[in-house]
């Protein structure tokens, strides 16, 4: 409930001040185990992903912001869950596994990380891990305008125009679990990523 309530008055808010416009929201598959893979370069990005689908999304959020009790208990309120930057965390991405094997949807950025020049990076393999693990969908998105809007260093946001695009749903071989495939499964959401890129540009 305080999920859909923050992001109806967030949406709103967005619409409003950073004239924003999402396309293809119509992709987005109703109901299964669904990956939302948006590229990434502002600490936007989560929020606009989450306007850009019908559905509620499970985040994974760096571990670090959750030490503040007060904020950390408002992003576990929005379903977000921490993620450990430093190496492979199996905690973590069997707690999306599960949430995925449950059916919902879960964000993950398939470079990473933030781009510091704002092209799209090269992808890691983790989300095939987690799409060939639980046989989840991967909707790529492609996100226009959150770098110039709050880019890194930003103390506070610029009323820039965002766009979001979202492309059609991604399907993956749940009974193939090499390592190579991983990677294949990223490379393929971020050419999707980039065809998005392409067509809005």
């Known amino acids: 409930m305080i999920y859909f309530i923050s992001r109806n008055i967030l949406k709103l808010f967005f619409k409003i001040f950073f004239r924003l416009r999402i396309a293809g929201s119509a992709n987005c598959p109703k ?18 992903a989450g ?32 993620l450990k930057r430093e190496g492979a965390d199996v905690g973590a991405m069997r707690l999306a596994i599960d949430k995925l094997c ?11 990380t933030r781009s510091r020049d704002g092209n799209l990076g090269k992808p890691r393999a983790g989300i095939g891990f987690l799409a060939a693990s639980s046989g989840a969908k991967i909707l790529p998105c492609y996100i226009k305008g959150s770098r110039e809007a709050f880019p890194r260093g930003a103390i506070f946001p610029r009323f820039k125009k965002i766009t979001v695009c979202v492309g059609k749903p991604l399907e993956v071989d749940k009974d193939k679990s090499e390592k190579e495939y991983y990677m294949q499964i990223a490379e393929d959401t971020m050419a999707a990523i980039r065809a998005l890129k392409k067509n809005e540009d």
């Open 102 to 112: 449950h059916g919902k949807a879960v964000l993950i950025f398939p470079e990473g």
């Open 31 to 48: 109901t299964g185990p669904l990956i939302i893979a948006p590229n990434h370069t502002s600490f936007l990005d989560p929020l606009i």
């Open 51 to 82: 306007f850009a689908v019908p559905r509620g999304l499970n985040f994974m959020a760096r571990n670090s912001l959750f030490r503040n009790r007060i904020f950390g208990n408002i992003l576990k309120s929005v379903n977000a869950f921490p």
